[in-house]
């Protein structure tokens, strides 16, 4: 696996700071991009611009190239090979003409595009506005201002522009990692990398491939990106993401990357390599018809949780079926009702006398990182059950009342994840998307030895 979140630069750092209770939330950095936009109000949210480096000469890419490339292809790129080094090295990929990878994605502006917009669009549509606003002023002084414009963007690098294609982000790393499976982007909004670990999965199970690199990434959105979720009333006005919480009131952004390496187990464990956990069942549903696109729908999101138990052959509401919930848990009113009764319906309600079943959101400590946000949530987990521990969550200081009428209950601090001798530790991972498109993953602890 390899993590880059925020306050994290790598997989060691994004456990630490997650057993520790770090909170990663920050206001943007200065320079990020012009904060005075009227109606944007403060930006605050999770940013990786610190550990957002990349060695171009690494990839065999010429340095001029990666001037206009979306910075997330990179990144992704850099992170799926410190993946496969975690896995052991390039020998673990195995045969590279049965290993694919499949990346979640959001088709959102980036600064790359952004910046061939401001150099197409804009500065044309500020001549034209010039000449229509002071029809005495020159045609020198218009061209004038519309090429100082377009110089502030800096040069023009049209070998580059290949940088700009949203789907490459799975394609440069075939191509770089010289990987011949099959190649592609997702986007399912906040689902994209749980269903691209679906995907992946699948192509497993089929034997279509042998080994799979999957990952989730979101990184330098445009400011208008922000807008749209200021205009939606979404962003927490207390510039504070409180999953669970009675006092939530929206969610914060955030940037990162996760990338995984999937197996089959056997073929695993017949090479000796090490398993940090196992994928035991996954499950996607859509809502269907709701209120509204952005209306989440419990029994959208039950299908889904059900579906992924019901593939993984488990009961969820056996007494040792779970010990963990990695919550999609956005901080939103609407969301985290409509969570907590997913929950309360697929894996029973209080009065059931199962055990109690802790719950957390990564969210709390990162942001809500969009389409990496399944991928953030699934490595959170996956070291929660390699490292038999239970992670803390952050922030759910008066606990949403829908809590009580639940098997689950926030945990606090870090500590021991204790099972029944004999029961295996596991744990459910949820991403709930824009849209009514959900997807649930259902983790077990490694093999004794794995």
């Known amino acids: 696996m390899a993590a880059l979140f925020p306050g994290a630069g790598d997989l060691a750092s994004y456990w630490r700071n997650i057993v520790d209770g770090v909170d990663a939330i920050r206001d943007a950095p200065p320079g990020r991009w012009d904060t005075d936009i009227p109606g944007l109000g403060e930006l605050r949210g999770g940013f990786v611009d610190?550990?957002?480096?990349?060695?171009?000469?690494?990839?065999?890419?010429?340095?001029?190239?990666?001037?206009?490339t979306e910075?997330?292809?990179?990144?992704?790129?850099?992170?799926?090979?410190?993946?496969?080094?975690?896995?052991?090295?390039?020998?673990?990929?195995?045969?590279?003409?049965?290993?694919?990878?499949?990346?979640?994605?959001?088709?959102?502006?980036?600064?790359?595009v952004g910046r061939l917009e401001q150099r197409v669009k804009i500065a044309h549509q500020v001549a034209v506005t010039l000449r229509e606003v002071l029809p005495g002023l020159g045609a020198d002084a218009v061209e004038r201002v519309r090429?100082?414009?377009?110089?502030?963007?800096?040069?023009?690098?049209?070998?580059?522009?290949?940088?700009?294609?949203?789907?490459?982000?799975?394609?440069?790393?075939?191509?770089?990692?010289?990987?011949?499976?099959?190649?592609?982007?997702?986007?399912?909004?906040?689902?994209?990398?749980?269903?691209?670990?679906?995907?992946?999965?699948?192509e497993l199970r089929a034997g279509r491939a042998d080994a799979m690199i999957v990952g989730g990434v979101h990184l330098g959105p445009d400011v208008t990106f922000w807008n749209v979720f200021s205009h939606l009333r979404a962003l927490s006005t207390s510039g504070r993401i409180r999953p669970f919480d009675r006092a939530a009131d929206g969610i914060l952004l955030g940037e990162g990357v996760g990338m995984v390496l999937l197996k089959r187990l056997a073929d695993a464990q017949r090479a000796g390599e090490r398993i940090y956990a196992v994928i035991r069942g996954v499950g996607t549903a859509s809502d269907g018809r709701a209120a509204t696109l952005l209306a989440p729908a419990a029994e959208g999101q039950m299908l889904a949780v059900?579906?992924?138990?019901?593939?993984?052959?488990?009961?969820?509401?056996?007494?040792?079926?779970?010990?963990?919930?990695?919550?999609?848990?956005?901080?939103?009113?609407a969301g985290d009702a409509a969570e907590l009764a997913t929950l309360r319906g697929v894996f029973g309600p209080a009065e059931s006398g199962l055990p109690m079943v802790g719950i957390g959101s990564v969210k709390s400590m990162i942001g809500h990182?969009?389409?990496?946000?399944?991928?953030?949530?699934?490595?959170?987990?996956v070291l929660a059950l390699h490292h038999r521990t239970l992670p803390p969550t952050l922030h759910c200081d008066d606990p949403h009342p829908a809590l009580q009428a639940s098997r689950f209950t926030p945990v606090r601090r870090a500590g021991t994840w204790v099972v029944e001798p004999g029961s295996p530790r596991r744990a459910g991972v949820n991403a709930f998307g824009f849209g009514g498109i959900n997807a649930h993953v259902v983790l077990e602890q490694a093999p004794s030895g794995g």
């Open 50 to 68: 610190e550990f957002a480096d990349f060695d171009p000469t690494r990839f065999g890419i010429v340095p001029l190239g990666v001037d206009w």
């Open 71 to 112: 910075p997330d292809q990179l990144l992704a790129l850099r992170l799926a090979a410190e993946a496969i080094d975690d896995a052991g090295g390039p020998a673990s990929v195995g045969d590279r003409g049965r290993t694919g990878v499949v990346i979640g994605r959001g088709g959102y502006v980036g600064p790359g």
């Open 147 to 202: 090429a100082a414009l377009v110089a502030s963007l800096g040069p023009e690098r049209p070998d580059a522009a290949i940088g700009l294609v949203p789907n490459l982000a799975a394609s440069r790393i075939a191509n770089r990692l010289d990987l011949r499976g099959p190649a592609y982007t997702i986007d399912a909004a906040c689902a994209s990398s749980l269903i691209a670990t679906e995907a992946a999965v699948r």
């Open 306 to 333: 059900r579906r992924a138990w019901d593939d993984a052959g488990l009961d969820p509401t056996a007494p040792d079926a779970v010990g963990l919930i990695e919550a999609h848990g956005t901080a939103t009113r």
């Open 369 to 381: 990182t969009m389409p990496a946000a399944g991928m953030a949530g699934l490595i959170k987990a």
